[in-house]
């Protein structure tokens, strides 16, 4: 028995290698998809300060705005370029710049006054580009910072009060990130890596499905039948095939992303053995989903487009696009339902929280789950019966 | 020998086989004709335990045929319609694939392929993927992969479907000289030729049905009692101004007199006496044996290839 499974591995492992460019598409297309994204995330968490880059108008031309503009420019949010009205208006019309803030004239003085006699006081006039409102939002909250920071000194200049004085922080911040390489940028992007990774492979898996799909309307099922094996031995080899091929797959998916991003899994036993049992769990789950893609519809044509809504379902709603904390609350629960959420839970205790085997125990039981449910399903309802002829 | 008792299976509301009964014995080669739709490919699908019977049953020396019984099928070597090969590897790569499906392994698998290869005259060209192949050579390798385990039964469905004379008279030669070896094969076909030409036995299914079923020189006399006879006149064609005797259709073209008389030994005597007193001399004359075509358009009024 164990010889005749090595066999219709060994003959679906020969197919797949036979056919060099469909090999190429199979490993290039999720390290494509995961380098581009990865690149995307971790330059979105890079610590090389962002600087979004706005325009003042200086209509108040007083002490206050001097000493407000030299701050703003000291500050690493924002990029300050000092022009007139109409500029400002018009670069921002054209969207070369996302803010323009108008200091209006007596801006410094009368809140200087309204700030003492604790009254409304004047406002700024932002001009703004309501496509950019992430880098707006930034933008303002700096401003307003920095008003806060400048204000009370004006106001309150040749008194002996210091209140509100700024220019010393109370408290500062030091963050660190919990991960295996206390970088927020190498575990973001191992994160889109991870993503990426399993949702090519479940786009592979479909092809594989075709291909099982094709072997059926050429007639090599019949021939199959006819012989003495049985059919859960095909399936057998089938899904062996398919998950060592995802498994080769996923290595280089990763391996490219190690050297690229040099993301790593902690360097130990448990981490390394955890890194693998999940490897292994969403390899053998991404070719059991094979099976089931093959055994849903009769056609090629109706499998293909079932599976590929399916894919991209499980794929947003499983965090393959964006980390699942961006989803409503429902959608995360919905997402438990998911084998991908799972199995870049897996990959993420692994190489972005640098967990171990214990961390990793649970995606690899319910991945199995998925893996056995998928399988079941697919023998059940696999159709091996030619039409009418 | 292969015993087929009252099979019956339908797909839906459309029923493929009813109640098809036949045998087939040790050594023969047996014909099953029919047109596309007759019920052919099913009923060889349950003969190779492809597909389970809604009724009846297929026995090969006794044992019963199913999907779940695996006994017989390690005596049955199948013979698709379709190619069913893989196209991307090489022909000797599908060969050991096959074998290895029916617990061929090592020295005695290569021994086996080599026979298939040599027998089919594809040994040269083993080593390339099936893909390069031709039309005719895919439909050799078809024929070998289901020789590999030494099968008692060889059942072929349309084996020849769109090869080239040449690759079908390799064919042709490759079962010939397996029935020789005593093989018992299993034949449909569209081409009456073929059957004539290979077969001991025949049965013509039409609508899921096998409506006859006899030897090859029996199975012409479900046609009517006629004969026809061609003569070829020498001239003279004018004299010919009355009906001859014995004569139930009588028809003349150029010089070509064709006739259908309905006792050869009777009635041939007094139409050539009848030509000689007209002072017509002829050429040559000769009989025609009804065809399977012929028997097949008379039992269902189509020809095989509706």
């Given at each position: 028995?164990l010889?005749?499974?090595?066999?219709?591995v060994?003959k679906?492992?020969?197919?797949?290698?036979?056919?060099r460019?469909?090999?190429?598409?199979?490993?290039l297309?999720?390290?494509?998809?995961?380098?581009?994204v990865?690149y995307?995330?971790?330059?979105?968490?890079?610590?090389?300060?962002?600087?979004?880059?706005i325009m003042?108008v200086d209509?108040d031309?007083?002490?206050?705005?001097?000493?407000?503009?030299e701050?703003?420019?000291?500050?690493d949010?924002?990029d300050?370029?000092?022009?007139?009205?109409?500029?400002?208006?018009?670069?921002v019309?054209?969207g070369d710049?996302?803010?323009?803030?108008?200091?209006p004239?007596n801006?410094?003085?009368?809140?200087?006054?309204?700030?003492?006699?604790?009254?409304d006081?004047?406002?700024y006039?932002?001009?703004?580009?309501?496509?950019?409102?992430?880098?707006?939002g930034?933008?303002?909250?700096?401003?307003?910072?920095?008003?806060m920071r400048?204000?009370?000194k004006?106001?309150?200049a040749?008194?002996?009060?210091?209140?509100?004085?700024a220019?010393?922080?109370a408290?500062d911040?030091?963050?660190?990130?919990?991960?295996?390489?206390?970088s927020?940028a190498?575990s973001?992007?191992?994160?889109?890596f991870?993503?990426?990774?399993?949702?090519?492979?479940?786009?592979?898996?479909?092809?594989?499905?075709?291909?099982i799909?094709?072997?059926?309307?050429q007639?090599?099922w019949k021939?199959?039948?006819?012989?003495?094996?049985s059919?859960?031995m095909?399936l057998l080899?089938?899904?062996i095939?398919?998950?060592i091929r995802a498994?080769?797959?996923l290595t280089v998916v990763?391996?490219?992303?190690?050297m690229?991003?040099?993301?790593h899994?902690?360097?130990?036993?448990?981490?390394?053995?955890?890194?693998v049992l999940?490897?292994?769990?969403?390899?053998i789950?991404?070719a059991?989903f094979g099976?089931?893609?093959a055994?849903?519809?009769?056609?090629?044509?109706?499998?293909?487009?079932?599976s590929?809504?399916a894919?991209?379902?499980?794929?947003?709603?499983g965090?393959?696009?964006?980390?699942?904390?961006f989803?409503?609350?429902?959608?995360?629960?919905?997402?438990k339902?998911?084998?991908?959420?799972w199995?870049?839970n897996g990959f993420?205790d692994?190489v972005?929280?640098?967990?171990?085997?214990?961390?990793?125990a649970?995606a690899v039981?319910?991945?199995?789950?998925?893996?056995?449910v998928?399988?079941?399903?697919?023998?059940k309802?696999?159709q091996?019966?030619?039409?009418?002829? | 020998?292969?015993?087929?008792?009252?099979?019956?299976?339908?797909?839906?509301?459309?029923v493929?086989v009813?109640d098809?009964?036949?045998s087939?014995g040790h050594g023969?080669?047996?014909?099953l004709l029919?047109?596309?739709?007759?019920?052919?490919?099913?009923?060889?699908?349950?003969?190779t335990?492809t597909?389970?019977?809604?009724?009846?049953?297929?026995?090969?020396d006794?044992?019963v045929?199913?999907t779940?019984?695996?006994?017989?099928k390690r005596?049955?070597?199948y013979v698709?319609?379709?190619?069913?090969l893989?196209?991307?590897?090489?022909?000797?790569?599908n060969?050991?694939?096959f074998?290895?499906?029916y617990?061929?392994i090592?020295?005695?698998l290569?021994?086996?392929?080599?026979?298939g290869?040599?027998?089919?005259?594809?040994k040269?060209r083993?080593?390339?993927?099936?893909?390069?192949?031709?039309?005719?050579m895919?439909?050799r390798?078809?024929?070998?992969?289901?020789?590999l385990?030494e099968?008692?039964?060889?059942?072929?469905?349309?084996p020849?479907v769109?090869?080239d004379?040449q690759?079908?008279?390799?064919i042709?030669?490759?079962?010939?000289?397996l029935?020789s070896?005593?093989?018992?094969?299993?034949?449909t076909?569209?081409?009456?030729e073929?059957?004539?030409r290979?077969c001991?036995r025949?049965?013509?299914?039409?609508?899921?049905?096998?409506i006859?079923?006899?030897?090859?020189?029996?199975i012409?006399?479900l046609?009517?009692q006629?004969?026809?006879v061609?003569?070829?006149?020498?001239?003279a064609?004018?004299k010919?101004?009355?009906?001859?005797?014995?004569?139930q259709?009588q028809e003349?073209?150029?010089s070509?007199?064709t006739?259908?008389?309905?006792?050869?030994n009777r009635?041939?005597?007094?139409?050539?006496?009848?030509?000689?007193?007209?002072g017509?001399?002829?050429q040559?004359?000769?009989?025609?044996?009804g065809?399977?075509e012929?028997v097949?358009?008379h039992?269902?009024?189509?020809?095989l290839?509706?």
């Amino acid at each position: 028995m164990l010889t005749l499974l090595i066999e219709l591995v060994r003959k679906d492992l020969k197919i797949f290698v036979a056919d060099r460019k469909s090999v190429m598409i199979s490993f290039l297309t999720p390290v494509i998809l995961a380098c581009f994204v990865g690149y995307l995330m971790s330059s979105g968490n890079s610590n090389e300060p962002k600087k979004v880059s706005i325009m003042v108008v200086d209509q108040d031309n007083s002490d206050f705005s001097k000493t407000f503009l030299e701050k703003l420019k000291a500050s690493d949010s924002v990029d300050v370029t000092v022009t007139d009205e109409a500029e400002a208006t018009k670069r921002v019309k054209q969207g070369d710049f996302p803010l323009a803030v108008v200091i209006p004239p007596n801006f410094g003085k009368d809140a200087a006054a309204a700030m003492i006699a604790q009254a409304d006081g004047p406002s700024y006039r932002f001009l703004s580009d309501p496509t950019r409102s992430m880098q707006v939002g930034m933008a303002q909250g700096t401003i307003m910072q920095t008003t806060m920071r400048v204000l009370p000194k004006v106001a309150f200049a040749g008194s002996t009060s210091t209140v509100g004085e700024a220019e010393h922080r109370a408290f500062d911040v030091k963050q660190e990130y919990e991960t295996s390489d206390r970088s927020p940028a190498t575990s973001m992007s191992a994160h889109a890596f991870a993503g990426m990774g399993i949702q090519g492979l479940l786009f592979w898996a479909i092809e594989s499905a075709m291909t099982i799909m094709r072997e059926r309307r050429q007639g090599i099922w019949k021939r199959l039948r006819a012989s003495p094996v049985s059919p859960w031995m095909f399936l057998l080899g089938k899904a062996i095939s398919a998950a060592i091929r995802a498994l080769a797959i996923l290595t280089v998916v990763f391996g490219v992303g190690s050297m690229v991003f040099h993301f790593h899994v902690r360097p130990d036993l448990a981490s390394y053995v955890g890194f693998v049992l999940i490897a292994i769990s969403v390899s053998i789950m991404t070719a059991c989903f094979g099976l089931l893609v093959a055994s849903l519809g009769k056609t090629e044509q109706q499998s293909r487009g079932l599976s590929i809504l399916a894919v991209l379902g499980m794929s947003m709603l499983g965090g393959a696009w964006f980390p699942l904390d961006f989803l409503p609350k429902f959608m995360q629960t919905v997402s438990k339902a998911i084998p991908i959420a799972w199995a870049i839970n897996g990959f993420d205790d692994m190489v972005w929280r640098g967990g171990g085997i214990k961390e990793v125990a649970l995606a690899v039981v319910v991945l199995s789950a998925f893996s056995a449910v998928f399988a079941a399903i697919a023998l059940k309802r696999i159709q091996w019966e030619p039409e009418a002829g | 020998m292969l015993e087929v008792q009252g099979l019956r299976k339908s797909f839906g509301d459309t029923v493929a086989v009813r109640d098809a009964t036949f045998s087939v014995g040790h050594g023969l080669c047996y014909g099953l004709l029919g047109p596309n739709g007759a019920g052919k490919t099913t009923t060889i699908s349950i003969i190779t335990g492809t597909i389970d019977a809604d009724g009846g049953k297929a026995t090969l020396d006794g044992e019963v045929i199913s999907t779940k019984n695996p006994g017989p099928k390690r005596n049955i070597g199948y013979v698709p319609q379709d190619l069913a090969l893989y196209t991307e590897i090489s022909a000797l790569d599908n060969l050991r694939f096959f074998g290895s499906l029916y617990g061929l392994i090592g020295q005695h698998l290569e021994n086996r392929i080599e026979y298939g290869l040599e027998l089919t005259g594809l040994k040269d060209r083993s080593t390339e993927p099936v893909a390069q192949y031709s039309g005719g050579m895919k439909r050799r390798l078809n024929i070998v992969a289901a020789l590999l385990h030494e099968p008692s039964l060889i059942i072929l469905d349309e084996p020849t479907v769109g090869v080239d004379p040449q690759s079908r008279n390799a064919i042709f030669e490759a079962l010939e000289a397996l029935a020789s070896e005593g093989k018992t094969l299993l034949y449909t076909t569209h081409y009456m030729e073929e059957v004539e030409r290979l077969c001991q036995r025949v049965a013509i299914m039409d609508n899921g049905s096998i409506i006859a079923e006899e030897s090859i020189s029996n199975i012409r006399k479900l046609l009517p009692q006629t004969n026809e006879v061609v003569i070829e006149l020498d001239g003279a064609t004018g004299k010919l101004t009355a009906a001859l005797p014995g004569t139930q259709r009588q028809e003349l073209f150029d010089s070509t007199l064709t006739l259908e008389i309905a006792d050869l030994n009777r009635d041939l005597p007094r139409v050539l006496l009848a030509l000689a007193d007209m002072g017509i001399r002829y050429q040559s004359v000769r009989t025609q044996e009804g065809t399977l075509e012929e028997v097949f358009l008379h039992l269902t009024g189509k020809t095989l290839r509706d």
